[in-house]
């Protein structure tokens, strides 16, 4: 029994966990799979990489029209994030977007990783990462 | 010898005008507070702060021994923070963890046995302080609860340390008199009373046991107001630093928040006295800013005081509330 998906993803929801093929050099994230999206390899063999924390905004969409207890509106990014050790490719990474209005996100935009709430398992929070333009734009 | 390897606060972005809660039941509000966002919870916050520690540190997160947490007003009867935080920063799976709660000194009490633990190990720990002040609207504290959280990696020596651990002391008087229930607003009690004989002798009494021949020369001082703050440090004479104005009350987090603040914003070679008075007595701590602490990485407390956002009151309301489902269905 492989357990709810919170669960089996929790090094990528938690520590940017990212998987190199070794054939390709693809990064996948957040799935391990057995097959290279872009080479074919398969099986492919994929070794564990951390991604950095701070990425660019490749694009991204914003949604208006949501459930009564969401904040609209809710940004919805795909960001490039490279891997921690400044090696390899970059990852592409789907993340909300969390404390950043409009006007300050474009394409191109750099965002940092959040460690937030993004649902809740009845009571219990599962946190994952969102992004968000970095706090010292703010000042 | 016990050294503060890496410092890291946490002050939420948004911040409501003590001046728009005034406005609501009337009166006056001087400063803000600190509102977490819909989507921070105890266990972020607490790894914000701790994420910049451990990055200003020479310490390794697999090389952390113990993670200790305290909060005093994490939702959860089990749930914890300690384990969910160390989880998140990468440590090994034989790392000791260990929650504190139950009264404003928890963040003391973490911090002392973090550092016996060192003591003891030769290793690293991680101490982190968290808290999400609840309010109710109209309530008497209502403007000045806030929200943030502090993180220190302690470990037994380090070349140009940001900080020594120079003494501890502690006062265990069993006075209470301020209390509160889960998730409700405190039963304050009679605040004059409290100064006089709670806060002032178990206070004094914390200093005068850490014993340190050092000249304190900053004052910091985690109370659930600003004149409770006050009073405890009465007995050195030291100029206060204190996030209270723009942060408000944070818990027991306020202790290590307003450290990490100080010991970023004062010369190096200088000594902090942080005294926490919480339920049933107070702690003392003495520390002594080292040439690490220069310059840090990172965004200071200073900076995030600075860079905020400013929310209306309902959110400063909602944003305190646990709220049923946010972003993404369930997968």
């Known amino acids: 029994m492989s357990g709810p998906r919170y669960h089996r993803t929790r090094a990528q929801d938690q520590r940017l966990l990212a998987f190199e093929c070794q054939s390709c050099g693809y990064v996948s994230f957040p799935d391990e799979r057995r097959t290279c999206k872009r080479c074919g390899d398969a099986p492919a063999t994929f070794e564990e990489v951390r991604l950095a924390e701070r990425g660019e905004v490749e694009t991204f969409v914003v949604q208006e029209y949501l459930p009564d207890d969401i904040e609209v509106p809710q940004p919805l990014a795909i960001v490039d994030l490279p891997q921690a050790d400044g090696e390899g490719e970059s990852a592409r990474v789907y993340g909300l977007l969390t404390e950043t209005e409009l006007d300050e996100l474009s394409v191109g935009t750099e965002v940092e990783a959040r460690f937030r709430e993004l649902f809740d398992d009845g009571e219990r929070p599962i946190n994952s990462f969102k992004f968000a333009v970095p706090r010292e734009v703010k000042r | 010898m016990v050294v503060v390897d890496g410092i890291g606060g946490y002050v939420p972005l948004y911040r409501i005008d003590r001046d728009d809660v005034a406005a609501q039941h009337g009166g006056r509000g001087r400063g803000e507070s600190a509102v977490p966002a819909r989507d921070e919870n105890h266990v972020t916050m607490a790894s914000e702060a701790t994420t910049t520690a451990l ?164 004052g910091v001082a985690s109370a659930p107001g600003f004149r409770l703050a006050r009073t405890a440090l009465e007995s050195i004479d030291a100029e206060r630093v204190s996030t209270f104005n723009e942060v408000g009350y944070a818990g027991t987090a306020t202790l290590v928040l307003d450290l990490c603040h100080a010991i970023e914003s004062v010369d190096a070679g200088s000594t902090i006295g942080a005294v926490a008075y919480g339920q049933g007595g107070a702690d003392a701590v003495v520390v002594t800013v080292g040439d690490g602490a220069t310059d840090p990485d990172g965004l200071t407390v200073a900076a995030q005081l600075e860079a905020k956002e400013y929310v209306p009151y309902v959110k400063h309301l909602e944003y305190r509330e646990r709220y049923d489902y946010q972003g993404v269905p369930n997968a």
């Open chain 2, 55 to 218: 990055e200003r540190s020479a310490t390794a997160a697999e090389d952390v021994a113990a993670v200790f947490t305290a909060s005093i007003t994490d939702p959860f009867a089990e749930h914890g923070i300690a384990a969910q935080l160390a989880y998140r920063l990468g440590t090994s799976t034989d790392v000791r963890t260990g929650d504190f709660q139950g009264s404003a000194r928890a963040a003391a009490d973490a911090l002392v046995t973090a550092g016996e633990y060192v003591r003891a190990t030769d290793q690293p720990a991680v101490v982190a302080a968290v808290d999400v002040m609840p309010v109710e609207s109209g309530g008497d504290d209502e403007a000045t609860m806030g929200a943030g959280a502090g993180a220190l990696v302690l470990r037994p020596d380090r070349d140009d340390p940001m900080a020594t651990v120079d003494a501890v002391g502690q006062a265990t008087t069993g006075f209470l008199e301020r209390h509160r229930e889960h998730g409700e607003s405190a039963t304050a009690g009679d605040a004059r009373f409290e100064r006089r004989h709670g806060v002032a002798p178990a206070a004094s009494t914390a200093f005068d046991r850490a014993e340190t021949d050092a000249d304190l020369e900053y």
